[in-house]
């Protein structure tokens, strides 16, 4: 049995290969699980699903994991679209969507676009779509750096994640954020614009779907203003907040987080369904 964090890795990658999906355009996923409700995990802006694999590990036990890595999707349309793809290739109907960091705002706009494929919503370490009208100067200045530039740039803004963190997840950081085009980074930044340009702030009132919302108590990307406005737009949502695991407790405090997702998936769906 692997016991360090090096070969636990390996051994996830050799029983998870990528899927692909060609159409409508190129996408990749992991899967894993057999039993119980689909979750669609939506990572943050590297989009690599691998990097989640302590949590995918955790939550595979009592799960199906339908876990993309994101391409240089063109727009927020596009991007949605190609979630619903795989989740056809993976033949899920309705899937509990789960979201961290940017995929939150990924998870959001799917949400509200396929309210039908959406059985409930997990927003993990995130906020609310945040209108960018009046900073669009910002993506431009964005579309004009190169890309080594760009890379530079998306390793400072998230190296502050993993201050403290095992050597480990700072080499598949470091790793990750090396393998990115500047199309990539760039899509992200497009992407996160036009979810808060389309959905904004406003409360949505009743949703159709539970939803719950993961914090941080001392998370640095989302401090409190930023978790109290996720509040106000979701008022009927349950919240649980992890102290002292800053902004990736589903990497430091990955079977914790697990369970508290799989405790709100079992009282909202049926958890030790097999897969059809």
Same mark, same amino acid.
């Given at each position: 049995?692997?016991?360090? &964090?090096?070969s636990?890795?390996?051994?996830?990658?050799? @029983?998870?290969?990528?899927?692909?999906?060609?159409?409508?355009?190129?996408?990749?996923?992991?899967?894993?699980?057999? +039993?119980?409700p689909?979750?669609?995990?939506?990572?943050?802006?590297?989009?690599?699903? =691998?990097?989640?694999?302590?949590?995918?590990? @955790?939550?595979?036990?009592r799960?199906?994991?339908? %876990?993309?890595?994101?391409?240089?999707?063109?727009?927020?349309?596009?991007?949605?679209?190609?979630?619903?793809?795989?989740?056809d290739?993976?033949?899920?109907?309705?899937?509990?969507? *789960?979201?961290g960091?940017?995929?939150?705002?990924?998870?959001?706009?799917?949400?509200? /676009?396929?309210?039908?494929?959406?059985?409930?919503?997990?927003?993990?370490?995130?906020?609310?779509? +945040?209108? /960018?009208r009046?900073?669009?100067?910002?993506?431009?200045?964005?579309? /004009?750096?190169?890309?080594?530039?760009?890379?530079?740039?998306?390793?400072?803004?998230? !190296?502050? @994640?993993?201050?403290?963190?095992?050597?480990f997840?700072l =080499?598949?950081?470091?790793?990750?954020?090396?393998?990115?085009?500047? %199309?990539?980074?760039?899509?992200?930044?497009?992407?996160a614009? +036009?979810?808060?340009?389309?959905?904004?702030?406003?409360?949505?009132?009743? $949703?159709?779907?539970?939803?719950? &919302? $993961? =914090? !941080?108590?001392?998370?640095?990307?989302?401090?409190?203003?930023?978790? !109290?406005?996720?509040?106000?737009?979701?008022?009927?949502?349950?919240?649980?907040?992890?102290?002292?695991?800053?902004?990736?407790a *589903? $990497?430091? @405090?990955?079977?914790?987080?697990?369970?508290?997702?799989?405790?709100f998936?079992?009282?909202?769906?049926?958890?030790g369904?097999?897969?059809?």
């Amino acid at each position: 049995m692997p016991t360090s &964090i090096e070969s636990r890795f390996e051994a996830f990658r050799a @029983a998870h290969p990528p899927i692909h999906v060609p159409r409508p355009e190129p996408w990749t996923y992991i899967r894993g699980g057999r +039993e119980g409700p689909a979750v669609l995990l939506l990572g943050g802006a590297l989009g690599v699903a =691998e990097f989640a694999f302590t949590a995918i590990t @955790a939550l595979e036990r009592r799960a199906r994991v339908i %876990a993309p890595d994101y391409p240089a999707a063109s727009d927020l349309d596009s991007l949605v679209r190609g979630l619903a793809a795989v989740l056809d290739h993976a033949g899920v109907d309705r899937a509990v969507v *789960a979201g961290g960091s940017y995929g939150g705002l990924v998870a959001q706009a799917f949400a509200r /676009m396929h309210p039908e494929r959406t059985h409930s919503l997990i927003l993990s370490h995130t906020g609310a779509p +945040e209108p /960018m009208r009046g900073r669009r100067w910002a993506v431009r200045l964005l579309e /004009m750096i190169p890309e080594v530039v760009l890379r530079a740039l998306l390793r400072r803004r998230l !190296a502050t @994640a993993l201050r403290g963190a095992d050597p480990f997840w700072l =080499e598949q950081f470091h790793a990750i954020v090396s393998g990115l085009s500047g %199309a990539a980074i760039l899509s992200r930044v497009r992407i996160a614009a +036009e979810a808060g340009d389309r959905f904004g702030r406003e409360p949505l009132g009743p $949703v159709p779907y539970p939803v719950l &919302i $993961v =914090e !941080a108590d001392d998370d640095p990307f989302f401090p409190q203003a930023e978790r !109290a406005a996720l509040h106000r737009l979701y008022p009927g949502a349950e919240v649980h907040t992890f102290h002292g695991t800053g902004h990736l407790a *589903a $990497v430091v @405090a990955s079977e914790r987080f697990a369970s508290v997702l799989l405790d709100f998936i079992s009282r909202h769906g049926a958890l030790g369904q097999r897969e059809p």
